[in-house]
């Protein structure tokens, strides 16, 4: 990979490396699903769901709001996993994954858990391949 695309270098080179990076993983995800995505995201990227009101007080809010919502949430996920994994590619699944993911919850075919055990399990996969390639 291209030094350019890199933040950190990537190590798991036995299982205490391995559990420190799965931890460090579910850490991040848990401040990006929490405290960093607020009502505002959590209620607004369900396309069910009325637009939320603006910070400026209007209620003229993009038909497609929602999905920009989403997108937002996703890459402060993403962004998470760039920076402690240093990898651009495992940042890019985490996007789609985790849009995949939430798009399944939004839709009711997934339940809270089933959702969070699925971001979690995302993120052991990621460990996974760092420590086996």
């Known amino acids: 990979m ?11 080179t036995g299982p ?7 931890f460090a993983l579910v850490i991040g995800h848990a401040f990006a699903d929490f405290p960093l ?7 607004g990227k369900n396309r069910h769901n009325q637009p939320p009101q603006l910070a400026d007080g209007s209620e003229n809010a993009p038909k497609a709001l929602w999905a920009y919502l989403m997108s937002a949430h996703c890459l402060i996920h993403a962004g ?4 402690i ?11 789609v994954l985790h849009w ?3 798009s399944l919850k ?5 339940s ?14 990621f460990v996974l391949i760092v420590w086996l390639f």
């Open 85 to 95: 994994t240093g990898s651009v590619v495992f940042a890019v699944a985490e996007f």
């Open 16 to 22: 205490v490396d391995a559990l420190a990076l799965f």
């Open 112 to 125: 809270f858990a089933i959702d969070q055990g699925l971001h979690v399990a995302t993120k052991a996969v």
């Open 106 to 110: 939004c839709e009711g075919k997934t």
């Open 37 to 43: 995505q607020g009502d505002f995201l959590s209620h």
């Open 80 to 83: 998470f996993v760039w920076v």
């Open 2 to 12: 291209p030094d350019s695309l890199m933040i950190a270098p990537l190590a798991a």
């Open 100 to 102: 995949m993911i939430d």
